[in-house]
Each structure stands twice: as C-alpha cells, then as structure tokens.
C-alpha cells in the first residue's frame, strides 16, 4: 500500500488571522477523533513568522457529491459541539474506496452555532445534486432527463431545513 503527503504552505497577511487559524488546528488536533462517521487526514503544523506548514496525510479519493450529504448533516450541521467543519463546499470532502468520507479543509474547521450551520449548509448544497461526485453547474441540464439542475434541485428533498 502507498502513502502519500500534502505539505500546504501559507502565509497570512495579520498576526490576527494567523493566530486563528492556530487556534483552529489546535483545536481539531484534540477533536479529530469525536467525529463517528466524519475521519480527519493525520496531520501535525509548524510556524514561522506569519507562516503555518501544515503537513497531512493525503486522502486519494473522489468527491462525495449528494450521495453521503445526510452523513454530512448529520455529523457536521447538527454536531452539538459548537467546534465543527463549517464549509460545505463540495470540494472539501472526499471518500476512500472503502466509502470513508474525510474532510480535507483543515482550516474550516471552527467554532459556529447551529443556526448558522443551517443556513451555510442550505446556502452550499444546491450544487450537491447531480453525478456520484456532486459536480454540475446550475445552467447545465441533466444527460440522462435534460432537466437543469434548477429543477431537479426544486424538485427533490435535500437533507436540512428551510429558513425563513
């Protein structure tokens, strides 16, 4: 079995913004084992100046797409801690081919009430509804029943509330 890893460089332009990122990984190195269904990459992080390298174990896989969105409600959305993943964009989640899902965005990991959970959750899963890996643009209709992805997205449930 091969192994790789991802050694991500980044420099940050405010002492303010470098001291939360730290905080953040900080904060997910003592949480990364809470998640049931959700694995964290193995990663470590060092700093220099304004600079973190953090580097993590690199998850070879493909994107989620709609089919593992109730595994990410569920684990990340309604996660009664208030320490979570927070962007549900859907190039940060990928599974193995053993379906183990992994969040890859290390640094959105952070502190967010569940109401505003809700409301990023509804706001980025409208492009989570088509093709195994969730990609597809809302002009663009379906190959197989040339709806648009508009009208598949009004047509069927998605896991998550409305808000009002």
Same mark, same amino acid.
């Given at each position: $079995? ?6 991500? %460089? =980044? ?12 905080? #953040? +990984? /900080?904060? +997910? ?5 809470? *998640? ?7 990663? @470590?992080?060092?700093?220099?100046? +304004? @600079? ?13 797409? %709609? =089919?593992?969105? %109730?595994?990410? !409600? ?17 190039? /940060? *989640?990928?599974?193995?081919?053993? /379906? ?6 290390? &640094?959105? !990991?952070?502190? $967010? &009430?569940? @109401?505003? #959970?809700?409301?990023?959750? /509804? =706001? !980025?899963?409208?492009? #989570? ?7 597809? @643009? ?5 190959? !197989? ?20």
């Amino acid at each position: $079995m091969n192994k790789f890893t991802i050694i991500k %460089h =980044k420099t940050y332009e405010s002492q303010e913004k470098f001291d939360r990122i730290v905080t #953040r +990984l /900080n904060q +997910l190195q003592k949480d990364k084992d809470t *998640f049931t269904e959700i694995r964290v990459p193995s990663f @470590s992080y060092t700093t220099e100046g +304004l @600079s973190i390298i953090t580097t993590s174990e690199y998850i070879k896989g493909k994107f989620v797409g %709609h =089919k593992f969105s %109730h595994i990410l !409600y569920r684990e990340l959305v309604e996660r009664e801690s208030p320490w979570t993943f927070t962007d549900y964009t859907i190039g /940060n *989640f990928v599974h193995d081919e053993d /379906n183990h899902v992994y969040c890859i965005d290390l &640094e959105s !990991y952070r502190e $967010m &009430e569940i @109401s505003k #959970r809700k409301e990023l959750w /509804n =706001k !980025y899963r409208k492009n #989570r509804v088509l093709g195994e890996n969730g990609w597809g @643009s809302q002009k663009v209709d379906c190959r !197989y029943c040339r709806k648009t992805i508009q009208e598949m997205v009004d047509e069927y449930t998605f896991f998550g509330q409305d808000i009002c």
